[in-house]
């Protein structure tokens, strides 16, 4: 018996010293995991394992460290597009799942930051081709933020990833919606997706933390990607933190979005900032770099593609990066060989994951050399360079050309005067553009019924736009088919 009570004794003293060097788990935004969140933006990874490690040593009763860990080895792979060390992050994201399974729920971000890690390991998967493997991790995900968002109304993060799911599902729709809902529980529309994430940004101005900028990152991603709304888009994502926009993230962030947004020189002025142009930690921005400096005519741009090639360790824009210097070879040096020359090439490298790469090899396999004029007015026009554009466009008017490129020529020029207000002569354009290609399986058709539909709603004229809407969803272009027909269904769903 007196065995037993000093057993009993020694277990409350090892017991008592152990909560007083490690306490009791829980999950806190200390300073330390913060400085490995900063550490991520700043794209220090060998400083963010070490800070990982010190809050192991030093606060190890903190579960938040494990989703921080988990940030570090995820944004390695998104952004360097560096599939290496694949096979050990599918190790530590089980053994991370594991030790915040095994503690079970004592907060919040129990469910959050399994859904978190989730949804970082679903999209690691898709870059490696596990598409269906990533599928079920993200409706495990979206479960885990469901039953977060049941338990814990209050706890608003929940928004930021359910929002996402939700105005993706909300994106979708016919067959490929009934199917996933057949074998998953993801739904949702794309007004819940938003309201989702407003909500959340309008919360998060009285209520500041760590992950605020990631917040505005989201929100500028679903209206720019989602509801296509680039302008705003643009809006959003330079309300990012000096702190955070100062970053090779924030800068890489705010300069694509310009860029989609027709606003180049804003593009340019994020890439060139401070004078730094040192992309090594990104190479990813080598590419963006070189499509502002070819948008201006810039033969820089030749140095910047190169220096892309040269530098990823990864498959994602390499068909793109050799398309664009197909394009330099044209623009610059009006070389039809070089160009054939690097196309034959776009053939033989990268993937096929992206829609800048799936394009670059549609053309790559046509063989067809693009007319230099036009190419000219299509860079100028997507940087928002619009009298230049149509300074440009107006050249071809004196050449000699083929149908496909009388079709082209109308539907620039149409893009064109849109652009500029001249809404008489687009409209008359793009009706032209219909008329001679609708059979046509380039999407010049299928978009020109689209802008048609998006002008006639603005002018208040609902049964033309419903008419060029469903114009829009009966054709069935080889490119931007999906895309397309998802514009025309955000017109139709706003009537």
């Not at 053994?95 to 679903?122: C, M, N, T």
């Not at 900028?213 to 990012?240: C, N, P, W, Y």
Request: charge should be negative; charged fraction near 25%.
């Amino acid at each position: 018996m007196v065995l037993v009570r000093h057993s009993i004794f020694l277990f409350f003293i090892y017991l008592s010293s152990f909560m007083c060097l490690h306490g009791t788990p829980r999950y806190e935004l200390t300073q330390g995991i913060e400085q490995i969140y900063h550490l991520v933006w700043e794209m220090d990874y060998n400083g963010a394992k070490s800070a990982v490690a010190n809050v192991k040593s030093e606060d190890p009763s903190n579960l938040l460290v494990h989703l921080l860990e988990d940030y570090v080895d995820f944004t390695r792979i998104f952004l360097l597009d560096d599939m290496s060390g694949f096979e050990q992050y599918r190790d530590d994201v089980k053994r991370r799942l594991d030790v915040i399974k095994d503690v079970g729920d004592i907060s919040p971000y129990f469910y959050y930051s399994q859904a978190e890690i989730y949804i970082h390991w679903s999209i690691a998967r898709t870059k490696n081709g596990e598409v269906i493997r990533a599928g079920w991790d993200i409706n495990r995900a979206f479960k885990l933020l469901e039953k977060c968002k049941e338990k814990y109304p209050d706890f608003k993060y929940v928004d930021k990833s359910l929002s996402v799911i939700h105005s993706l599902m909300g994106s979708i729709g016919g067959v490929k919606k009934t199917f996933i809902k057949l074998f998953t529980s993801l739904d949702g529309t794309v007004e819940q997706g938003i309201k989702e994430i407003d909500d959340l940004y309008n919360w998060d101005q009285s209520h500041p933390s760590m992950w605020s900028d990631e917040i505005t990152m989201v929100q500028s991603l679903i209206v720019g990607h989602v509801i296509k709304d680039r302008d705003d888009a643009l809006k959003i994502v330079e309300r990012f933190s000096k702190e955070k926009s100062k970053t090779l993230i924030g800068r890489f962030l705010i300069a694509f979005t310009a860029y989609l947004a027709g606003e180049n020189e804003t593009s340019l002025q994020w890439l060139r900032y401070n004078g730094d142009t040192d992309f090594s930690l990104l190479p990813e921005m080598n590419v963006h770099m070189g499509n502002a400096l070819l948008i201006k005519g810039d033969k820089r741009a030749v140095d910047y593609f190169k220096r892309f090639i040269n530098e990823t360790k990864g498959k994602n824009l390499l068909k793109s990066a050799h398309q664009k210097l197909a394009w330099c070879s044209l623009i610059f040096s009006d070389s039809e060989a070089d160009y054939k020359s690097w196309m034959n090439k776009v053939l033989i490298v990268g993937d096929l994951a992206l829609g800048e790469d799936q394009q670059a090899q549609h053309a790559a396999k046509s063989g067809e050399v693009p007319n230099k004029i036009l190419l000219q007015a299509r860079l100028l026009f997507d940087g928002g360079y619009n009298q230049e554009a149509l300074l440009a466009i107006e050249q071809f008017e004196n050449q000699s050309y083929s149908s496909k490129e009388q079709l082209e020529y109308t539907y620039r020029k149409a893009r064109i005067h849109q652009r500029l207000g001249n809404v008489d002569e687009a409209i008359t354009n793009y009706k032209q553009v219909i008329s001679i290609g609708s059979k046509d399986k380039r999407y010049y058709a299928c978009n020109s019924a689209v802008q048609l539909a998006q002008i006639y709603f603005i002018n208040g004229d609902r049964t033309q736009a419903q008419f060029y809407v469903d114009q829009a969803l009966s054709m069935k272009p080889s490119e931007r088919r999906d895309d397309l027909h998802h514009e025309a269904k955000l017109i139709r769903d706003k009537m």
